[in-house]
T-cell receptor, first 112, second 117 residues
Framework: DAKTTQPPSMDCAEGRAANLPCNHS???????VYWYRQIHSQGPQYIIH???NNETNEMASLIITEDRKSSTLILPHATLRDTAVYYC?????????????FGKGTLLTVNP | GAVVSQHPSWVICKSGTSVKIECRSL??????MFWYRQFPKQSLMLMAT?????????EQGVEKDKFLINHASLTLSTLTVTSAHPEDSSFYIC?????????????FGQGTRLTVV
């Protein structure tokens, strides 16, 4: 079973920031938070991951609360091409403990 | 990010035949590969994990004799659906990872849509 909880859907206006929340209250100390997205009929695309510090890359920012029980993925300037299902996943990085178990994710719809 | 390629992108086969799907890591050595399937309007379900040179580890409820996985090299894993039936029709997706590499996250192929008629 997925160890994360996400809202089933969200809407965002094009050009605005999209903030996607994720709860992972049972996360273990060695588990990372990963974000992937899946555009219809394609394989998932890696976005970002983090352990406890906030992370930023060319796609998004990841804000992890101090207690690590929740996080927020931020797409700073959403475009229509960002419409996808976004998955928040927790997993250890180490060897056989690395397993990406997908929940239902959040369907983000970016509107013009 | 790293590139993972699946082949074919889609395949239609007759009931009772076998189908092989290939998953290649193009620019890194994938010591670990994962196979998922996804039914319409559902999330991805992990089927098995394979490590290069070792037997695959299957998730509970996945028949290892029906879904044969071979991971004979660091850049190629194959999934063979044996004696396919219409209920095996699904979207099959692989991902690959190099735990010792610069990028330790898993990268996914584009998926293979299997239709069994």
């Amino acid at each position: 079973d997925a160890k994360t909880t996400q809202p089933p859907s969200m809407d965002c206006a094009e050009g605005r920031a999209a903030n996607l929340p994720c709860n992972h209250s049972t996360i273990s100390g060695n588990e990372y938070v990963y974000w992937y997205r899946q555009i219809h009929s394609q394989g998932p695309q890696y976005i970002i991951h983090g352990l406890k510090n906030n992370e930023t890359n060319e796609m998004a920012s990841l804000i992890i609360t101090e207690d690590r029980k929740s996080s927020t993925l931020i797409l700073p300037h959403a475009t229509l091409r960002d419409t996808a299902v976004y998955y928040c996943i927790v997993s250890s990085k180490a060897g056989s403990n690395y397993k990406l178990t997908f929940g239902k994710g959040t369907l983000l719809t970016v509107n013009p | 990010g790293a590139v993972v390629s699946q082949h074919p992108s889609w395949v239609i086969c007759k009931s009772g035949t076998s189908v092989k799907i290939e998953c290649r890591s193009l620019d890194f050595q994938a010591t670990t590969m994962f196979w998922y399937r996804q039914f319409p309007k559902q999330s991805l379900m992990l089927m098995a994990t394979s490590n290069e040179g070792s037997k695959a580890t299957y998730e509970q409820g996945v028949e290892k004799d029906k879904f044969l996985i071979n991971h004979a090299s660091l850049t190629l894993s194959t999934l063979t659906v044996t004696s396919a039936h219409p209920e095996d029709s699904s979207f099959y997706i692989c991902s690959a990872r190099d735990p010792a590499g610069v990028n330790t996250e898993a990268f996914f192929g584009q998926g293979t849509r299997l239709t069994v008629v």
